[in-house]
Nanobody
């Protein structure tokens, strides 16, 4: 059974940093892509970043480019999202998701974690 568990969310002041983790079980990261999505209250879920574990390719939404960094530790089956220079508009529930390749569309991902809350105060 594929399982994804996010951790690392919390409350931080604007300009601060957080590192989210996505620990996977039931499959091998080597063959999958892992994406980070977020959903703010009243808004649709949006893609933030994605990493293709097979070749290490990474992708970022324009809104986070230069501030967020995605990485993976295949030995630990864990993907990280380092978030720096956080802004109040980054406040959302952050989810990791896994499937065969990277996509900006949530519907393309078949496996999801439960989400972790990130709140950035101004």
């Amino acid at each position: 059974e594929v399982q994804l568990v996010e951790s690392g969310g919390g409350l931080v002041q604007a300009g601060g940093s957080l590192r989210l983790s996505c620990a996977a079980s039931g499959f091998t990261f080597d063959d999958y892509a892992v994406g980070w999505f977020r959903q703010a209250p009243g808004k649709e879920r949006e893609g933030v970043s994605c990493i293709s574990s097979s070749d290490g390719s990474t992708y970022y939404a324009d809104s986070v480019k230069g501030r967020f960094t995605i990485s993976s530790d295949n030995a630990k089956n864990t993907v990280y999202l380092q978030m720096n220079s956080l802004k109040p508009e980054d406040t959302a529930v952050y989810y990791c998701a896994a499937d065969a390749w990277c996509s900006w569309y949530p519907g393309d991902f078949g496996s999801w974690g439960q989400g972790t809350q990130v709140t950035v105060s101004s």
